[in-house]
C-alpha cells in the first residue's frame, strides 16, 4: 500500500474518533438541561440526540469548507497530511482529558488551535491565512457573549409573559415543551460540530492528491455523521452533570430559554459558514438564563473555572499540535 494512502487512511480514522469523542463529550450541553429537569430520561435523551446530531450534520457543509480552505490553503500545505494527523492527535488528547475530569471544554478551539500550531511548526507564521483565521477568532470569542445576551433577554421576556400563571402548571408546559427545545438545538449541534471533521477529511484528501476542490464528498459526510451519532449514543455523564446541575438550579422554564438560546445561535452561525463552540454558547446561554433569573442563584466559581478551560484550549492545543508534529515529522517525513 503506497504509505501516503496509508497516512490518509489514518487520518480518516483519527478523524472520525475526533467527531465519535465530539459526540459524547460535546452534545452531553445539548440535551444537559433537559435531563437535569427530567424532561426526559438519560437513556431518551441520548437517542433523541443522536438521531437529531445524524440529521444535523448530513445538512450543511458551509462551516466544513471554511475549515478546509480558511485557516491555511490546502493546496500549498507542504507536508499537510502529517500537519493535520497531528492537530487530530492533538485534539483528542485534550478532548479526552477535559471530558476526563468533567470539564465543558471546546472541541472547536481544541481543533483549530491544534491544526495552527501544527501549520506553524510545519511552515512558520506566514501560511496562516490570517483574514480567515481572525474571522474564525472572532465567531468563537463572541458567539459565548452574544448567547449570554440572548439568554438573557429570552428568559426576561418569558418572566414577563408568565409572571401571573400558576408555577407548578408552568412548569409542566414547559417540561413538555422542552423535548422540543432540546432536540432544536441537538440538531443545531449537529449542523456546526460534525462539520469540522468533514472539513479535516477533506484537507488531507486534498493534501494527498485525493480530491481537488474544496466541497466535501458526501461519504465524509456520512461517515462524520454516523461517527458523531454513535458518539452521542454513548453518552457523557460527567459533562451532563456539570452544565445541567452545577451552574445553577434548572427548572424547566430556564431550560427552555436556555436551549432557544443555544439553538439559535449555533444555527446562525451555521448559516454564515463560522465554526462556533456549542459547549461555549450553550453554557453561556445558561448563565445569561441564571443572570436574568436570580444572580446570586448562579454558580459563578464553577463557570469561572469552565472559562479558564476555554481561555487555554486554544494556546495549549496549538503548543501540543506543534510538539506532536515535530514528533510525527522525524518518522513520517
Not at 480558511?70 to 493535520?84: Q, R, S, Y
Amino acid at each position: 500500500m503506497d504509505f501516503l494512502f496509508f497516512i490518509i487512511i489514518l487520518i480518516v480514522i483519527f478523524a472520525l474518533l475526533f467527531d465519535f469523542i465530539n459526540g459524547f463529550h460535546d452534545t452531553a450541553n445539548a440535551i444537559a438541561t433537559s435531563v437535569s429537569t427530567k424532561a426526559l430520561t438519560p437513556r431518551r435523551a441520548i437517542i433523541m440526540a443522536a438521531t437529531m446530531n445524524f440529521i444535523g450534520a448530513l445538512t450543511f457543509t458551509g462551516v466544513a469548507q471554511t475549515i478546509t480552505s480558511d485557516i491555511v490553503d490546502p493546496f500549498a500545505l507542504n507536508n499537510g497530511t502529517t500537519v493535520i494527523l497531528a492537530a487530530l492527535i492533538a485534539a483528542i488528547a485534550w478532548n479526552l482529558i477535559t471530558w476526563y475530569f468533567g470539564i465543558p471544554s471546546s472541541s472547536s478551539h481544541a481543533i483549530i488551535g491544534a491544526i495552527t500550531g501544527a501549520v506553524i511548526a510545519a511552515a512558520g507564521f506566514e501560511v496562516i491565512k490570517y483574514n480567515g483565521f481572525t474571522t474564525i477568532l472572532l465567531g468563537l470569542l463572541l458567539s459565548p457573549v452574544l448567547a449570554f445576551v440572548v439568554g438573557y433577554i429570552i428568559y426576561s421576556i418569558i418572566k414577563v409573559v408568565f409572571k401571573n400563571s400558576n408555577l407548578a402548571k408552568t412548569n409542566r408546559r414547559f417540561r413538555m415543551l422542552q423535548i422540543v427545545t432540546a432536540a432544536g438545538q441537538s440538531f443545531a449541534h449537529g449542523t456546526n460540530d460534525a462539520q469540522k471533521s468533514m472539513g479535516i477529511i477533506t484537507m488531507a484528501l486534498i493534501a494527498g492528491g485525493l480530491h481537488d476542490s474544496t466541497d466535501i464528498p458526501f461519504w465524509v459526510q456520512v461517515s462524520c455523521a454516523t461517527a458523531m451519532g454513535l458518539g452521542t449514543s454513548v453518552g457523557g455523564w460527567r459533562i451532563i452533570k456539570t452544565v445541567g446541575g452545577k451552574i445553577m438550579k434548572i427548572r424547566p422554564v430556564n431550560g427552555v430559554a436556555a436551549d432557544l438560546t443555544g439553538a439559535a445561535v449555533i444555527f446562525g452561525a451555521t448559516l454564515i459558514h463560522l465554526p462556533v463552540s456549542t459547549t461555549h454558547v450553550i453554557t453561556s446561554g445558561i448563565l445569561g438564563v441564571g443572570a436574568s433569573h436570580r444572580i446570586k442563584g448562579v454558580n459563578w466559581g464553577v463557570s469561572k473555572r469552565m472559562v479558564i478551560t476555554w481561555v487555554i484550549t486554544l494556546p495549549i492545543t496549538a503548543f501540543l499540535g506543534a510538539v506532536i508534529y515535530y514528533i510525527l515529522s522525524l518518522f513520517l517525513s
